[in-house]
């Protein structure tokens, strides 16, 4: 009797126990927040190395992981099976690579409370390399630009020009716009719409050597007007009379008389 007692107090217990428990507001750990935008890679090749740099996530991370692997991959989980650079910043560079050989890369933000996001992956082969990209300049005409560059060291033998409206920091960003081929300095681009910002690259290409892009330059084409024109600016002038007479030998000149307008003789002339 004693033990079927106990065996309800228990049950009874039990019981209660449940009841609170159901209760009680359940204990769940914070939802992981999500990155907006990861970060945008761009990787330019060297000789034996690759010069990494990438915008900021948003938003902003706490720190970065470069992971690179050596061969062509399409996918972040067989790159991060490769090499990792933790807690890095850009720019970064990658050294002691193979020339000729092809290396598929990423990088990954973190952040505290947040879900990692990877870059999308980049590839690029290491090999010989200009030692001076070219230096672009962009001239504003009317619907247009007018693009400029001095020679890459050692010169190169052809340049490809990119374009694409709005601003943009990074090269490989530019190159989704329009390329023209085989350029050469002075290359005038037309049609374009008036009072937009275009961004601009130029890559320097020669046989045997890996391609090397200028900066990115950024300029507002110039709206149509007479801005670049100014109005004829006219002088008027007047003619002074004076009066000479002549007494036995000597001359005398008096001085010239204050005219009123009608007796003044105009002459005009124009500063083009």
Known sequence: MKKQSRILRGMAFLTLCMALFAACPSVTKPDTQKFTAAPVLQATAGNKRLDLQWTPSVPAADSYDVYYREGNYDNA???????????TASPDIIT?????VLYSILVTANKSGYESIDSIMVQETPGLTFTAPPSLTLENITGGLIVNWTAATPPATSYDIYYREGSYNLANQVKEGIKITGATSGHEIEGLTEGTTY????????SGYRDLTSEVRIITVQMTGLSGLSAPVWHIQYRKRTHTTFTGDKEHTSPPKRLNKEQESPMLSTDS
């Not at 989980?77 to 807690?87: D, F, H, P, T």
Request: hydrophobic share 40%; charged share 25%; aromatic share 0%.
């Open 77 to 87: 989980a067989a790159i991060k099976g490769g090499e990792k650079i933790q807690n």
């Open 96 to 100: 002691g690579l193979d020339n000729d």
């Open 199 to 206: 961004s601009v690259v130029v890559t320097a290409k020669h």
